[in-house]
């Protein structure tokens, strides 16, 4: 192997290696020793063992192999002797031309010194001739700065004699400004000397600037002047010390009045707003002569700024002050106004007339930033009023739902629910779209302001329906009595219906409730018909989140307000059935409560209370299908096949066993009912309630049943007792049927009281079959008699 072989990099390496072997320090005294347990191999290394390396070497290689290892290591001991004898080389090359740069340092140094000497005693020969010219000079030098500080003397002494027939000559050529700055000059002097040797020209002067004093003050009153001889006149004044102050408060307070007739009052916007939406019927109009009227006083208002700052120049803070004093003002007039029921269109004519008004002031007034001011001001009134939108929209539903109470006092509507619930969903989706729109006027404007405020126009919007639904979804629960005692709610729908219309009302806003979820929360955020398409850019802000230049509350999320709507309309339709069932467990325990069940008397016919509780479920019945929509139609119709409910209990009651009088065959009979339990259809009772008429119809018919099932229970009947329960069952089970979706849930619960009140009974006999069936006829003849009577 030759050098010119090697690689650069391992070139590189062993030279850096070599040098580090050479300039560093004992190995032994390095913090970091090397390994003793290093490769075999490693030449380099203090541990490395040539016998033992040579003697592995040998018995691993063939002879060929060492040979080619042998001219290897020669070629490689070359190589160090080449680099070690070139390092050697360069060093002794460093060391000669340092060594040559001392030497010549040493040569330039040594006659330096020398010529610094020289330099120094030059600079003192200087110094001590300049120091001799200048004491030979003094003396003359003092003398000609006194006679030039006399000459000035007599000058000004001269000026100060001559002073009165200056200022006389002044006045007559009415030169104010000189006459100001003669006396001005000479008041150091008239100070100093005024009452001994320049008495008599003090007094003359002294005269003569009061007559130019009373000229300037008339100067500065006179309408006929202009603006800058009236600010020339002004500024004489207060050189003059001239109690100016005076004058600019007057003058500011009559400024200060003013702002009174300039504010925006509510004729001014009723102006304003006819003028926007139809110019041409203003033409020779009262109203367009006020209009104009307004302008002007605006136009002189600017004016008088521009004057004052003329007048007063250091009156910028008070005229800002004031500016600002009347955009302010005028702002929250536009405010108040953006709270009330208008339209954004209204609010913009509003806004671009205080606009224009602002820029007329900030034309003369660049230093109050009026624009910048008036941005913070309009960024309020439009907040508030894209506040007060969904504020009103909020009482539009508030009323739309007012409907159930006044239409089921008053019996104005035929019904009254269904009137109600499309008023509030068209307040819901018609009310939202129509702010939607509206807003969309204020995005579209080319108003400076507005343009500046799109992206927080944005925020607000998405802010407003944030809180829009969740204060809605408070009132829902608020109306329905969850939130609040219930004296509250009672106080709203006082009367002897006051407990109906409560649950009429929870009904109606269940719905309600299931609208917003299903319907208007996507219509409002997925509108993409051409006139909407400003609710694509709320809809995608929605969908983002938003820019959120606003601190409170989290981004509108439309899926969350759907969840939580979809959980207020689930609690409220609970509700609504827990409502109902409270007044039929009113109803069930005035019937078991009253009568002494172990001394009732034999059944002459079905009870009173039945006729209430099936009007009470009838008009629960007409609620519901006034509300709520109908579902598929899957009635449980008994299978006599797979045992139903009747078979398995009504059958032990009604057949063979009707003919047992005694007690002990009685009692036998309630063994084989629960007998038959165990080998019974399982039936499921109680299921998810739906939005439907017919699941929560059911529903309220399971829970009436189980209500009386749970009365019987802690009654103790006799015969008779018992068997009154029996007939008024038997009675209610065929219209329970009817109005029920599940058959054979409504047979099973119905069995269930009746086995209920077997159990609690002394004497279980139950009626024999003719006798329930005649009783159960004439209650249906009679009902129908009535019936006929009342229509």
Known sequence: ????????????????????????????????????????????????????????????????????????????????????????????????????????????????????????????????????????????????????????????????????????????????????????????????????????????????????????????????????????????????????????????????????????????????????????????????????????????????????????????????????????????????????????????????????????????????????????????????????????????????????????????????????????????????????????????DDLELLVKLRESILNWVQEGFQDFFRELHGRFLLLSGRNNSSSQVHGVAEGTQGDRILASLVLVLAQLSVFIEQTAIQRITEANKPPFIFMLEIAASFAGGGIRLYENGPAFVPGEICRSFRSAGEKLLHHYINLRNQRISVLLRKRFTTPNWVKHKEPREVHMFVDLLLQELEAIEKEVKQVLPQGLLRRHQRNDSNGSTNSSRSNPLREGKLSRTNTQKARSQLLETHLAKLFKQKVEIFTKVECTQESVITTIVKFSLKSLQEFVRHQTFNRSGFQQIQLDIQYLRTPLKEAAENEAAIDFLIDEVSVAAAERCLDPIPLEQPILDKLIQAKLTKSLSQSAVSS
């Open 1 to 444: 192997m030759s050098g010119d072989e090697v690689p650069l990099d391992e070139k590189a390496r062993r030279m850096r290696d070599l040098l580090s072997s050479f300039y560093g320090p004992d190995p032994s005294m390095s913090p970091n020793p090397p390994s003793k347990f290093a490769p075999f191999d490693a030449i380099n290394s203090n541990s490395f063992n040539a016998d033992h390396y040579l003697n592995l070497l040998i018995h691993k290689s063939s002879l060929e192999g060492l040979l080619q290892r042998h001219v290897g290591m020669a070629a490689e001991i070359k190589n160090l002797d080449t680099d070690l004898q070139m390092l050697v080389y360069e060093n002794y090359n460093k060391f000669i031309s340092a060594t040559d740069a001392i030497k010549r340092m040493n040569s330039n140094i040594m006659g330096m010194e020398s010529n610094m000497e020289q330099l120094l005693e030059k600079i003192k020969t200087v110094q001590s001739r300049s120091d001799g010219v200048n004491t030979s000079l003094f003396e003359k030098r003092e003398h000609i700065e006194k006679l030039h500080l006399t000459r000035n003397l007599l000058r000004k002494v001269q000026f100060i004699y001559d002073l009165p027939a200056r200022l006389g000559k002044c006045i007559k050529s009415e030169a104010y400004a000189d006459a100001v700055r003669f006396y001005t000059g000479a008041m150091p002097i008239f100070k100093a000397y005024g009452d001994s040797s320049f008495q008599d020209c003090k007094r003359a002067s002294e005269e003569a600037i009061a007559i130019i004093i009373k000229n300037l003050q008339g100067k500065l009153f006179s309408d006929s002047e202009s603006i800058q001889a009236r600010a020339e006149a002004a500024m004489l004044l207060k050189q003059l010390d001239f109690p100016v102050d005076s004058l600019k408060e007057k003058l500011f307070e009559k400024l200060e009045q003013s702002l009174g007739d300039l504010q925006l009052k509510d004729e001014d916007i009723s102006r304003c707003l006819l003028m926007s939406n139809d110019p041409s019927k203003l033409e020779n109009h009262p109203e367009s002569v006020a209009a104009t009227v307004h302008e002007a006083s605006v136009q002189e208002f600017v004016e008088a700024v521009r004057a004052y700052r003329v007048i007063f120049p250091d009156s910028d803070k008070q005229l800002i002050k004031l500016a600002q004093e009347l955009v302010t003002k005028n702002f929250e007039t536009g405010e108040q106004y953006g709270k009330k029921r208008i339209r954004a269109a209204d609010l913009l004519a509003v806004l671009r007339m205080i606009w224009k008004e602002v820029l007329q002031m900030d034309e003369v007034l660049h230093e109050s930033v009026l624009s910048e001011f008036s941005l913070e001001a309009v960024q309020i009134t439009v907040k508030h009023h894209v506040a007060s939108r969904f504020s009103h929209l909020l009482h539009d539903i508030s009323d739309a739902l007012a409907k159930v109470y006044v239409g089921q006092k008053e019996g104005m509507e035929e019904f009254p629910l269904q009137v109600a619930l499309g008023a509030s969903k068209k307040a819901v989706l018609q009310g939202s779209m129509d702010i939607l729109l509206d807003f969309r006027q204020l995005l579209d």
